[in-house]
């Protein structure tokens, strides 16, 4: 992975092959299989991190396991992300369930039911944590050149065909050619934060604006803990309560077992987490971890809280309206002048598990396979 130290100048002395919009698994995905092909390619991302939507507890630390974003893949279901972790030489492990699930009641009584309740054993967790594939993704990028804190603001098609994309880096406005683009982003993220130079048209941008983005509305939970305690209790650490605030939890443990960590939903909606604040839900979510899981809750190690409705490069005001719903499918196809010139690569945009890991590969390796019949067919002209 190569990161330029003097980016501005890099821009006025070329024109980029491919611009990858967006840093998380699908923006990885499509650097990677590009620069396989050997094309050079330039990588940027709004965030200070790679990942996107996959976050660990910390951020970018070394060795971190506890998830802020997704957890889980499904093999059975999910035959492209197997592949990659495969591929990546990425180890998977059962999420735990062994032992009773709770239920707590809106009075806050806590009930327990039996093993049945929990997650399904086909459920399966990254060693490492889901950023575990993120730095495997990156750790293969050698001469991507990759640039952090650095947003994309929009585009212009040109008479000649190129692209004029409109960044904002931490210094200033910029603008750089490219001959096509990847947006690794999701689409309302495209339609309200950034403007295309001639415009989509309206009903495109409405339906994009109208796609929800997946758990971009959602906030999750973390506590660490010395070790899983709860399992000595014979407790799965699969939860539900209607008492809140969180309405789902896991156990979120490390894959030996040696760290504990329990998550959940935050069931509070979004406008309501803006007027509590982060300290006064994390300090409700401990106490209700204290009704269903004991005393021994008070000995956390770490708590944490990420609201990814307010994350700007995530969501936005739309998202916080919104319940949990998939994404529908969204054809990919752009009009004139843009087809053959951009290629949508965000999760929401795959043929199949939209929103998820698997939606995420999917739409990388459609849109880089768009990419390369498009250049196919330019040398087919040229020649």
Known sequence: MHESRN??????AKKWPVVVVGAGVSGL???????????????????????????????????????????????????????????????TFNQYDTGQSLMELPTREVRRYGSEF?????????????????????????????????????????PDGSLKVRIRTERSLLNLMAESVILALPPRMIATASRWEPPLPTEQTNRWEKSPTWMAGQAKFVATYERPFWRELGLSGHATSHAGPLVEIHDASDSEGQRGALFGFVG?????????????????????????????????????????????????AADSMASVQHPSLLDPALPAPWDGRVFLAGTEFAPDFQGYLEGAVQAAERAVADWVVQRQLKRGVTC
Not at 119 to 147: C, D, F, N, P
């Open 7 to 12: 980016f501005k100048s890099i821009l006025q």
């Open 29 to 91: 995905l499509a650097a990677l299989l590009l620069e396989e092909r050997g094309v050079e390619v330039l990588l940027i991302e709004a965030r200070d991190r790679l990942g996107g939507r996959v976050l660990g507890l910390g951020g970018s630390a070394a060795g971190q396991h506890f998830d802020l974003g997704p957890s889980w893949v499904w093999p059975d279901y999910n035959p492209r992300i197997d592949h990659w972790l495969e591929t990546l030489q990425l180890h």
């Open 118 to 158: 929990g997650v399904q054993a086909t459920s399966l967790r990254l060693k490492g944590g889901t950023t575990s594939l993120v730095k495997a993704l990156a750790s293969r990028l050698e001469k991507t050149v990759i640039e952090l804190n650095t947003e994309f603001l929009g585009m212009a098609a040109e």
């Open 268 to 316: 509070v909606s979004a406008a309501a987490r803006r007027q509590l604040g982060d300290q006064e839900l994390i300090r409700r979510s401990l106490a209700q971890l204290e009704r269903m899981f004991g005393p021994a809750v008070r000995k956390y190690i770490g708590a944490e809280l990420k609201d990814w409705a307010k994350d700007p490069f995530t969501a936005v």
